[in-house]
């Protein structure tokens, strides 16, 4: 989390001065920055863009039970 505040920020401040405040090194901050994306975590981002795909496609109206139909439905 400390690091992704940074990467948000990171056009507008100095990195050296955002990682003094959030008390991480430089060098980790740049090797989180760095590494690449995990397969889970690309699987997590197109299973949450399914989901609002879905709730949109109802108007909001879309809970639980019918999300997980439509996912499985999908595929």
């Known amino acids: 989390m400390k690091y992704a505040l940074i990467r948000c920020h990171e ?3 100095a990195i050296a001065l ?3 405040l959030r008390s991480v090194s ?3 901050y740049y090797e989180w920055r760095d590494r690449p994306t995990r397969p889970r975590t690309k ?3 197109s299973l949450v863009e399914a989901i609002r795909r879905i709730t949109n496609d109802h108007k909001g ?3 639980s039970p019918r999300i997980t139909w439509a996912l ?3 595929g």
Request: aromatic share 0%; net charge negative.
């Open 11 to 13: 056009g507008e401040h």
């Open 18 to 20: 955002m990682c003094g």
């Open 26 to 28: 430089r060098s980790g």
């Open 43 to 45: 699987a997590d981002e």
């Open 61 to 63: 109206g879309a809970g």
């Open 72 to 74: 499985r439905h999908e």
